[in-house]
Nanobody, 121 residues
Framework: QVQLVESGGGLVQPGGSLRLSCATS????????IAWYRRAPGKQRESVAV???????NYADSVKGRFTISRDNARNTGYLQMNSLKPEDTAVYYC???????????????WGQGTQVTVSS
């Protein structure tokens, strides 16, 4: 069983920065796509950024130029660097990953438990 654990959330002033991490537990697996989603109060969950195993990235228009997604394949860890944060970035941020057991076909999609990001003065 693979578990995703987010960390790095917190309270930050507008214009500030945070770096979220998505760590994995378990062994003998490989992570393919890693994605970050967020859900703001009263809103639906939305995709923020995604990165493939080879490093191809895609971002929501609302975060382009401010957020950077990255990964460390050796550590099976994903990151989301968030700069120039705005109050509208306030949300619970979730890590999502497609995981395959080494030597087994197919993949399974996993979610983390979420980490709160609050942007406020």
């Amino acid at each position: 069983q693979v578990q995703l654990v987010e960390s790095g959330g917190g309270l930050v002033q507008p214009g500030g920065s945070l770096r979220l991490s998505c760590a994995t537990s378990g062994s003998n697996f490989r992570i393919f796509t890693i994605a970050w989603y967020r859900r703001a109060p009263g809103k639906q969950r939305e995709s923020v950024a995604v990165i493939t195993r080879v490093g191809t990235t895609n971002y929501a228009d609302s975060v382009k130029g401010r957020f950077t997604i990255s990964r460390d394949n050796a550590r099976n860890t994903g990151y989301l660097q968030m700069n120039s944060l705005k109050p509208e970035d306030t949300a619970v941020y979730y890590c999502n990953a497609d995981v395959s057991r080494i030597g087994a076909p197919g993949s399974v999609n996993y979610w983390g438990q979420g980490t709160q990001v609050t942007v406020s003065s």
